[in-house]
């Protein structure tokens, strides 16, 4: 993956050779890619506010879950790293302002996302609205 030329390869796990390269919208800015199945993926673009499905056979890109409610006052919610895990996978929200002293505006989050689906998941069903892990420290 490499967010300088908006591009996702695929290499082989035994020799590293190239299977295929994914040529992203320009300005696309792939951080990190959760692949699971063997047809989907999502990736989290670099100053985006939505997750993104790759089709892995077509390579077609179209956005998932919207993100943006977890962004802080400069409207990025600044999505990281991911992790999947039993049908579900995490995103880390790592609200990332440059506006303000240490350039981080707490709490940090990971959403939840139905890795069949697309859709963001709700870890509070009490509250109204849809929320994340709230991350402390």
């Given amino acids: 993956m490499s967010s300088l030329d908006d591009t996702i390869t695929v290499a082989t796990r035994d020799t590293w050779s190239i299977e295929r390269t994914y040529f992203l919208a320009a300005g696309t800015a792939p951080l990190d890619i ?22 892995l056979p077509s390579g077609e890109v179209t956005p998932a879950a919207d993100l943006s409610v977890f962004a802080d006052a400069d409207g990025i919610p600044d999505l990281g790293m ?22 981080f505006e707490p709490p940090a989050y990971l959403a939840v996302v139905d890795a069949a689906t697309g859709d963001l ?17």
């Fill in 34 to 55: 959760a692949v699971v199945s063997p047809v989907t993926a999502y990736f989290t673009p670099r100053d985006g506010t939505q997750l993104m499905r790759l089709d």
């Fill in 82 to 103: 991911m992790a999947v895990h039993e049908g579900q996978f995490f995103v880390q929200i790592r609200r990332v302002n440059f506006e303000l002293p240490g350039a």
């Fill in 121 to 137: 998941m709700d870890v509070d069903e009490e509250t109204p609205e849809i929320q994340a892990i709230e991350l402390l420290g």
